[in-house]
Nanobody, 126 residues
Framework: QVQLVESGGGLVQTGGSLRLSCEASGRTFSSYAMGWFRQAPGKEREFVAAISWSGGSVRYADSVKGRFTITRDNAKNTVYLRINSLKPEDTAVYYC???????????????????WGQGTQVTVSS
């Protein structure tokens, strides 16, 4: 079982930056591919970024390429999401998720991840 706790959200102005963190419990963090998703009010949860267990493979949604960077530190059981050039449309609750996988092929579906955090709110003011 993996428990995930996100942090780092907040209220920022357009053009600002944030770094979200997701700390996982347990000693098998390196066995999991990790993903970030977001959900805006009235919208479905959508894929943002994913990273393989080793960090050697990453994948991004087209809408965030070039602005978002996902990384992980297996020694700290933590995955990060750096967000630059924030836009009002980035406003959402951001969730991290874990998928038990050693494959470099990264999944983007909500249903393909086994464990979820509670989310952290990101609000971008215009």
């Amino acid at each position: 079982q993996v428990q995930l706790v996100e942090s780092g959200g907040g209220l920022v102005q357009t053009g600002g930056s944030l770094r979200l963190s997701c700390e996982a419990s347990g000693r098998t963090f390196s066995s999991y591919a990790m993903g970030w998703f977001r959900q805006a009010p009235g919208k479905e949860r959508e894929f943002v970024a994913a990273i393989s267990w080793s960090g050697g493979s990453v994948r991004y949604a087209d809408s965030v390429k070039g602005r978002f960077t996902i990384t992980r530190d297996n020694a700290k059981n933590t995955v990060y999401l750096r967000i630059n050039s924030l836009k009002p449309e980035d406003t959402a609750v951001y969730y991290c998720a874990a998928r038990f996988s050693s494959s470099p092929l990264l999944r983007v579906g909500v249903g393909e991840y086994d464990h979820w955090g509670q989310g952290t709110q990101v609000t971008v003011s215009s």
